[in-house]
């Protein structure tokens, strides 16, 4: 079993930009599709972004492509998020997320990942 544990979540101003961090421990990363996610007050929660084990392919919602970046450090066992030219409509709480990779299909859908951290909130002011 892997946990996982975000940080670096914080008030930002619009246009500006958060690197938020998942650090794994338990087990490393290298066999597990890691996401993001975030929920909002009312909201369902929703995907951001994703990358595959096996090669590091990113996968973004539309909603944040060209502004969210996901990378991972395998040597630190640690998936990052920067979030940049941040707008309040991206206020929420982001999850980092993992599940034993397999069907990249399903990359985007929070209800097969396994382990969930406890959630970074994020703030953006106007």
């Known amino acids: 079993q892997v946990q996982v544990a975000e940080s670096g979540g914080g008030l930002a101003q619009a246009g500006g930009s958060l690197k938020l961090s998942c650090a794994a421990s338990?087990?490393?990363?290298?066999?597990?599709?890691v996401g993001w996610f975030r929920q909002a007050p009312g909201k369902e929660r929703e995907f951001v972004a994703a990358i595959v084990c096996s090669d590091g392919s990113p996968y973004y919602a539309d909603s944040v492509k060209g502004r969210f970046t996901i990378s991972r450090d395998s040597a630190k066992n640690t998936v990052y998020l920067q979030l940049n030219s941040l707008t309040p409509e991206d206020t929420a709480v982001y999850f980092c997320?993992?599940?034993?990779?397999?069907?990249?299909?399903?990359?985007?859908?929070?209800?097969?990942?396994?382990?969930w951290g406890q959630g970074a909130p994020v703030t953006v002011s106007s």
């Open positions: 338990g087990r490393t990363f290298g066999t597990y599709h």
């Open positions: 997320a993992a599940k034993t990779g397999g069907a990249v299909w399903l990359i985007a859908n929070g209800g097969a990942y396994t382990y």
